[in-house]
C-alpha cells in the first residue's frame, strides 16, 4: 500500500509541473503577440526610411584579407585591424609560464588569432617585462667574456607586428642586455599600415632608456631592404638583427659579441627557444643543434652530434658550426657584413636569404655558427598572416633561383629540376651578374668544397652517389627485363658487391632504364604515407613511380650503403623483438621492421647489394629487403609493405633494380 503511494504521489507532482509548465508558456505566447500588433502599430504611425539601394547591412570596410581557409569568423574589419588590446595582467606568463584565456573571451581569441596567427588575446595579457627563467647551463653561466666586449646596434623589422609582441622584443632587449655594449635600436618599418604603428610608437621610443630610432619603408620591400635599411644607418661595431617577435632571456648578447670578438669572420647565431603561437609559453631549445636545409633549400634542423669551434671536445660552451642559419636572428661585424656583400638587394619579400649568406660566408672564407650559452625566444606560427607582393610562390621561387646560380655550381641544376616552381628556364630569367661578379672577387670555394667540408653528412646527390629510383624488378616490365639481363650478363659479378661497381655498371645504362621505366606500371619504393613527418617512422612500400609529393621516391646512396632520401631521411632496418625474429627468418612476419626515418651514424642504416642476385641486403643482419602482405594493427588492414627477411635468392619479391635520373648538366 506505501508502495503505491509513492508512485501516486510521484504522478501527481509531475501532473502539477506539466500544468504550470503549459499556463507559462501560454502567458508568454500572449505576450509576444501583444507587442507585434504594438510594433506594427507604430510602423503605420512612423514609417523607417527606405534602405540604401547599395547594400542593406551596415557598411564596414573590409581592409585585410588573410592567407588560408575562410571561416565563420570573416574578414577583419578596419575597427579589427587597428584596434590595440593590451591590458596587461600583472604575473601572466611569467618565468615563461602559459597564458589562459578566459573562456568568456574564446570566440574573440579565435577571431583575433588570425590577425597575426598566433594568440594576440593571450600575449596582450602578459607584461612587457615578464621575467623569464635562466636558460642557460651552469657551465654558461660562469663563463666570463673580454672586458672590452664591441657595442652593437639591434635591428628590428616590422610589418603590421602587434603592439604587446613588438614592444616585449624591445624591453627584453634593453633589460637583458649591458648598456655598455647596447649602442641603440633600430626599428624599420616595412610599410605598415596599422594605425598604432604610428604616432604611438613614436611616442613610446621616445621615452625608452635606449636610443631608438624609426625608419620607415616608403613602400612593401621586404626583409632584405628593410634590414639593408637598418644596417645603413647602424653605428654599432656589431649589427644583430632580430625579428619583431621575439624575447631575449639572461645573458644572451654577451655570447654572441665575444665570439666575433675572437674572429671577426664568425656570423653567430644564438639558440632559438620557442615560444607557443598559442599560449605564449616559453620552451627551452636543445643546445646542440644545427641548421642545414633539403633539396628544395627549405631550413631544417637536425640535432645529431657536430664538431664545436675550440679544440677542448668537453667545452660545451664553445660554438657549434652549423651550415645554414635561419637567418632571423644573428649578429655579424658591421664592418665584414659589408665586405662580403650585406645582402642580395635584388631578393624580394622573405624568404632564401638566409640560404645564400649562408653559401657565401662559409664558401667565402667565413664562419657560421651558434653560440650554446645565447638563448633568444621566437614566436613560431604555423602559417604567414601577411600577403606576399608579387605572390609567394613567385616570390620564394626567384629567389632561391639566384641562391642557386651565384653559389651551387652543378648543383643548381638539381635545385631546378626537382622543386617545384622552378624549373631550368627560371634560371634565365633572374640576373645574378653583380653576385657572381662578388664571388670572383671574393675568391670563394666551390659548392663541392662546402658539401666535402662543411656539411660531409648531407643527402645531396654527388657523383660518387647514385641519384634515382629504386624499382622492384617484378620480371614483367621492360625496364626490369632490361636490368636484370644486364646484370645477369656482367662478367665477376659474383666477386664485387661493392656499391661503388654497382654505381658505374648502372650509370653505364642510364640511358636505356630511364627511357624503358614506365611511370604507371613499374613500381617504385616509397613511403606507405604521401605526407611522411621527416621526425616519425614511415614504413615503406612500393607505388608507382610518378612523383611522389615530397620527393621521398628518390634516393641517394652512398659508397658506405647509406640510402638516404630528402630531409635528411633514411631506410632503416629495425631490430624486432626475439619472437619476431625466428618469423622473419621462417618468413611469416606481418608488421614492418624497415622504416624511413632521421639519418644517423649507425649500422642499422647501411645496406649491401648483391648484382647477381639484384638483392639488397642489411649489413648486419643479413636479411633482404622483401615485398609482402602486412597487417596494419591500428587500422586492421592489409598493406603491401617491405620488409627485411631471410634471403632466397629465387624470391621475385627480393628483386631490386636502381633507375638513375639526372641531376646536373
Known amino acids: 500500500m506505501g508502495l503505491r503511494f509513492q508512485q501516486l504521489k510521484k504522478l501527481w507532482l509531475l501532473y502539477l509541473f506539466l500544468l504550470f509548465f503549459a499556463f507559462f508558456m501560454f502567458a508568454i505566447s500572449i505576450n509576444l503577440y501583444v507587442a507585434s500588433i504594438q510594433s506594427a502599430d507604430s510602423e503605420l504611425r512612423h514609417p523607417k526610411p527606405p534602405p540604401k539601394r547599395r547594400s542593406l547591412w551596415p557598411h564596414k570596410n573590409i581592409v585585410a584579407h588573410y592567407i588560408g581557409r575562410g571561416d565563420i569568423f570573416g574578414n577583419m574589419t578596419a575597427d579589427d585591424y587597428n584596434i590595440n588590446l593590451f591590458q596587461p595582467v600583472q604575473g601572466e606568463g611569467s618565468e615563461g609560464r602559459p597564458v589562459v584565456v578566459p573562456p568568456r573571451d574564446r570566440f574573440r581569441m579565435q577571431r583575433f588569432f588570425r590577425l597575426n596567427s598566433f594568440n594576440l588575446l593571450a600575449s596582450d595579457r602578459i607584461p612587457l617585462n615578464r621575467t623569464l627563467k635562466d636558460y642557460r647551463t651552469l657551465e654558461c653561466r660562469g663563463k666570463k667574456y673580454a672586458s672590452s666586449l664591441p657595442s652593437t646596434s639591434v635591428i628590428i623589422v616590422f610589418h603590421n607586428e602587434a603592439w604587446s609582441v613588438l614592444l616585449r622584443t624591445i624591453t627584453s632587449v634593453i633589460n637583458r642586455s649591458p648598456r655598455s655594449l647596447l ?13 598604432y604603428l604610428k604616432r604611438q610608437l613614436e611616442s613610446y621610443i621616445k621615452v625608452l632608456s635606449v636610443p631608438t630610432k624609426i625608419f620607415r619603408m616608403k613602400k612593401r620591400s621586404g626583409l632584405v631592404p628593410a634590414r639593408l635599411l637598418g644596417a645603413e644607418n647602424a653605428r654599432g661595431d656589431v649589427l644583430t638583427f632580430l625579428d619583431a617577435h621575439c624575447e631575449c632571456s639572461r645573458g644572451w648578447l654577451e655570447p654572441l659579441l665575444g665570439r666575433i670578438k675572437e674572429n671577426r669572420n664568425v656570423v653567430i647565431c644564438p639558440v632559438i627557444d620557442i615560444i607557443s603561437d598559442d599560449n605564449f609559453s616559453y620552451t627551452k631549445s636543445f643546445e646542440n643543434h644545427w641548421g642545414a636545409f633539403n633539396w628544395q633549400l627549405s631550413f631544417r634542423w637536425f640535432s645529431s652530434e657536430r664538431k664545436r669551434q675550440t679544440s677542448v671536445s668537453k667545452d660545451s660552451t664553445a660554438p657549434i658550426a652549423t ?55 621566437h614566436v613560431f606560427r604555423s602559417s604567414t598572416p601577411y600577403t606576399f607582393p608579387g605572390g609567394m610562390s613567385e616570390v620564394l621561387t626567384d629567389n632561391l633561383a639566384r641562391a642557386a646560380t651565384v653559389w651551387m655550381d652543378d648543383w643548381q641544376y638539381f635545385v631546378m629540376l626537382y622543386t617545384h616552381g622552378l624549373s631550368l628556364g627560371v634560371k634565365d630569367k633572374v640576373n ?38 629504386i624499382i622492384w624488378l617484378d620480371g614483367e616490365t621492360e625496364c626490369a627485363q632490361a636490368y636484370s639481363k644486364h646484370m645477369k650478363s656482367l662478367p665477376g659479378r659474383d666477386l664485387s658487391r661493392e656499391w661503388k661497381r654497382a654505381f658505374e655498371e648502372i650509370d653505364s645504362q ?19 604515407k604521401e605526407d611522411v613527418p621527416r621526425s616519425s617512422l614511415s614504413p615503406v612500400t612500393v607505388g608507382d613511380c ?38 622473419l627468418k621462417n618468413r611469416n612476419a606481418t608488421a614492418s621492421n624497415v622504416m624511413l626515418t632521421q639519418c644517423a651514424s649507425d649500422s642499422s642504416q647501411l645496406w649491401t647489394y648483391n648484382m647477381d642476385t639484384q638483392q639488397i641486403s642489411h649489413r648486419d643482419s643479413k636479411l633482404c629487403l ?5 597487417t596494419n594493427a591500428r587500422l586492421q588492414k592489409i598493406e603491401k609493405v617491405v620488409l627485411s627477411m631471410e634471403c632466397n635468392f629465387q624470391d621475385i619479391t627480393q628483386k631490386w633494380g636502381f633507375v638513375p635520373l639526372p641531376w646536373r648538366i
Open 546 to 583: 610518378t612523383s611522389h609529393a615530397q620527393t621521398m621516391d628518390m634516393f641517394v646512396i652512398t659508397h658506405k650503403g647509406q640510402i638516404m632520401t630528402n630531409d635528411n631521411v633514411c631506410l632503416t632496418y629495425r631490430q624486432p623483438k626475439l619472437g619476431v625474429i625466428k618469423m
Open 510 to 528: 642510364s640511358e636505356q632504364l630511364l627511357a624503358l621505366i614506365d611511370l604507371d606500371r613499374d613500381k617504385c619504393l616509397r613511403p606507405l
Open 626 to 630: 622483401t615485398l609482402k602482405a602486412a
Open 183 to 195: 649602442k641603440e635600436i633600430i626599428l624599420v618599418d616595412d610599410a605598415s599600415d596599422r594605425i
Open 323 to 377: 651550415p645554414a642559419m635561419a637567418g632571423g636572428l644573428f649578429a655579424i661585424d658591421r664592418k665584414y657584413f659589408y665586405e662580403m656583400g650585406s645582402y642580395d638587394s635584388n631578393m624580394r619579400v622573405w624568404g632564401g636569404e638566409n640560404v645564400e649568406m649562408s653559401f657565401r660566408i662559409w664558401q667565402c672564407g667565413g664562419r657560421v655558427e651558434i653560440s650554446p650559452c645565447s638563448h633568444v625566444g
Open 432 to 469: 645574378v651578374t653583380e653576385r657572381v661578379a662578388l664571388r670572383e672577387k671574393l675568391q670563394c670555394k666551390p659548392f663541392s668544397w662546402y658539401l666535402e667540408h662543411i656539411w660531409p653528412e648531407h643527402f645531396f646527390p654527388a657523383p660518387d652517389r647514385f641519384f634515382g629510383k
